[in-house]
């Protein structure tokens, strides 16, 4: 592993903090700890820790010696200062005369001795760092080390590897009990440079930042030097089917499957995120793979990440997709009654009566394709995949060189349902639409950027599509949430399907379709020209059309039912005078509503419309305005109020009946008028 230490760089990040009155032990502990934290292979999402013992000031001037250690919900590549909460030292030693400390009292211990009140709780490994001897203490979970850590002779191992120069900690959940036994079998030889902790990870220490980081760099190297040397590929490739279905084909029934069923059509739905590699591929066609897959996760806070470990499904043939939902639905009722089984085996253990957490899947191994990450977010996504492409170094690179030996299960159980653990994920509370997929056609006019906005505050990643690609994404880029942008024509029936599969790519499936995209034309009936009329029908009907077939096509595969919803106008019950052409098939897409909603009820399948009239939009700018308050001698204030409440309506109260229509469970069938009260339009 390549040494990342510049002295330059080093006193370039003291100087900077220098000016902001930082120290410049806490300087250079910010630099080497962004160090250590950009490198996946040691420090991957919250995996690790540093500090640094040094002297700080309270509020009344006196000097304190402290720890400045990491604090939660800080990233160690990214860290400032101010992610290093320092805490007075004296009163941590103080407690090592306990037998026990408890978590939540180890948290107050550290809370209470704060120099800043208003910093974040300090590392659950604080106390480890406080009771060795050392200025600077890293701390890291490298997938190199993991490979020596997580062996059956992990121990015999180790000695051979780093001979007298690190310690080695036998197993023991992060907190007090761990950071005693740490500090003394450093104290039994305090020669050591750093500590082996089985199945977790390394410390290492120094008198200088350079010092700690520089030996982290060295021991991680020497594991990855004996893995490439001694390590002999340890896997058998299985056969697999001669054509292979690709992902985007599974990722719908996938998702559909791990999404968590909380009965009466209503589900708590997650989002997957693909994955592949030569490294991944090769793991996952082994004919070990679920041997591999059962032995449990390389470290254990990573089954707050992925559980126990990954589902792995059997490869997917091409030519036999129709039943590869029902293999794929055995293989997560397995998955959950195994989770369930280690649940209750370990909560039966002591009489804390623990709530079981939701037992779905989170990494599925794909023989042939790679590997799907699940989250709630695509952001918890991505981490899960992240953490299965460690997982699969360690767990290969550790078989390479003899077996793989995690964390035990009950010891994985006590942390997965450790009281710190459960706290941190307490503070994440879904919204109505967290880990939903919506995607709105016409997203970057009025009326679908509104719509955009609406849902993805209610939790929903959402797709914009819109003819402009480049307005698209800007509106995706806008309404956040890690949304996208795509350019869609969806008049083409190939674009319109080529957009579903990209936001299946995204997002691994879809479940809210919004048909916003229209157009409207103005002529006299009886002179129209055909082509126009035809023209109007290809936007205002057939595209629709179009958009509710790959809709409700993904969300039959899906199987968690689904909503689809169009924007039918007030045009399509109420015409006005030259409107026919937008009219006519506007009637005709609020009649294919209707049936959608007859023939998909049964797959939970909710389908709806808004009639909405005379919003401000591109359909209705600013000039057409003018001359239409004109033509009939009103302001444009009363013509854009000529409603029974008096009022303008906006396009986020289009947005908002919409939203409405997706969270009212169980309405279908239904229109929803947005005119401001129109009687001649009003639905009967
Ligand atoms: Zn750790």
């Not at 690709?246 to 995120?273: K, N, W």
């Not at 794909?366 to 699969?392: C, S």
């Not at 959608?596 to 305005?625: F, K, Q, T």
């Amino acid at each position: 592993m390549d040494n990342l230490w510049r002295d330059e760089d080093a006193e370039h990040v003291v100087e900077a903090y220098a000016q902001k009155g930082v120290n410049r032990d806490l300087a250079l502990r910010t630099y080497t700890t962004r160090l250590l934290g950009g490198e996946p292979r040691l420090v991957l999402h919250g995996g690790g820790n540093t500090s640094v013992k040094t002297t700080m000031q309270d509020l009344l001037g006196d000097t304190y010696e402290v720890l400045c250690v990491k604090g939660s919900g800080w990233d160690m590549g990214t860290i400032e200062p101010a992610g290093l909460p320092a805490v007075k030292i004296a009163p941590l030693l103080k407690s090592r005369k306990f037998e026990k400390l408890s978590d939540e009292d180890m948290v107050t211990l550290l809370r209470a001795n704060l120099i800043e009140i208003s910093a974040p709780n300090p590392s659950v490994e604080a106390l480890l760092h406080a009771f060795l001897p050392h200025k600077f203490v890293d701390h890291t979970h490298s997938t190199a080390i993991l490979a020596i850590a997580d062996q059956a002779e992990s121990r015999a191992m180790s000695e051979d590897l780093f001979g007298k120069k690190m310690g080695f900690v036998p197993y023991i959940m992060p907190g007090f009990a761990l950071a005693k036994a740490a500090a003394e079998v450093f104290e039994q030889d305090p020669s050591v440079e750093g500590l082996i902790l089985d199945k977790h990870g390394i410390f290492t220490f120094g008198e200088t930042a350079k010092q700690a980081y520089d030996r982290m760099i060295h021991y991680v190297t020497l594991a990855e030097d004996h893995v490439r040397r001694n390590g002999r590929h340890p896997f058998t490739p299985a056969a697999l089917p001669k054509t292979l279905a690709t992902p985007g084909e599974i990722a719908p029934m996938l998702r559909g499957a791990v999404a968590f069923d909380r009965g009466e059509g209503r589900y708590d739905r997650m989002v997957s995120v693909f994955r592949t590699s030569p490294a991944i591929l090769d793991f996952v066609n082994a004919a070990e793979v679920e041997d591999m897959a059962a032995r449990g996760v390389s470290t254990p806070d990573l089954s707050i990440r992925i559980k126990t470990g990954p589902m792995v499904l059997p490869a997917p043939a091409a030519d036999d997709l129709a039943s590869y939902r029902a293999v794929i639905d055995a293989r997560v009722a397995a998955f959950v009654n195994d989770y369930t089984r280690y649940f209750q085996e370990n909560d039966a253990r002591d009489d804390l009566k623990r709530i079981m957490l939701d037992p779905m899947p989170r990494l599925t191994l794909v023989p042939g394709l790679g590997m799907f990450g699940h989250g709630r977010t695509l952001k918890d996504a991505g981490i899960a995949a992240d953490v299965g492409e460690m997982w699969i170094e360690a767990a290969r690179d550790a078989e390479s060189v003899g077996r793989f030996q995690p964390v035990s299960r009950p010891d994985l159980f006590d942390l997965e349902y450790w009281s710190l653990e459960q706290a941190k994920l307490a503070g994440a509370r879904p919204k109505p639409f967290t880990g939903q997929v919506a995607l709105v056609t016409g997203g970057a006019g009025a009326i679908g950027a509104a719509v955009a906005e609406a849902f993805a505050a209610e939790g929903a990643h959402v797709v914009v599509l819109d003819l402009d690609g480049e307005r698209a994404a800007a509106v995706a880029k806008t309404v956040g949430n890690q949304s996208i942008g795509l350019a869609c024509d969806v008049t083409d029936p190939m674009s319109v399907r080529a957009s579903f599969e990209k936001a299946v790519e995204a997002y691994g499936g879809v479940d809210i379709v919004v048909s916003n995209a229209g157009a409207a034309w103005e002529s006299p009936i009886a002179t129209m020209d055909d082509a126009l009329l035809r023209k109007s029908f290809e936007l205002n009907f057939f595209a629709h059309q179009s958009v509710a077939q790959n809709a409700v096509r993904i969300m039959k595969e899906q199987k968690t039912g689904g909503v689809l919803l169009f924007n039918a106008s007030k045009q399509a019950v109420n015409p006005g005078a030259k409107f026919g052409a937008y009219g006519l098939p506007k009637a005709a897409t609020l009649f294919l509503s209707r049936q959608y909603a007859l023939e998909h009820g049964a797959d939970h399948i909710r389908v709806n419309a808004v009639n909405a009239d005379r919003i401000r939009s591109g359909l209705l700018n600013d000039a057409m305005i003018e001359n239409r308050a004109a033509a009939r001698g009103l302001s444009v204030k009363d013509y854009m109020g000529g409603n029974l409440l008096g009022l303008e309506v906006t396009a986020d109260d289009v947005a908002r009946a919409f939203l409405h229509q997706a969270l009212a469970e169980r309405t279908t069938a239904d229109v929803t008028t947005v005119d401001g009260g129109n009687i001649a339009a009003a639905m009967r």
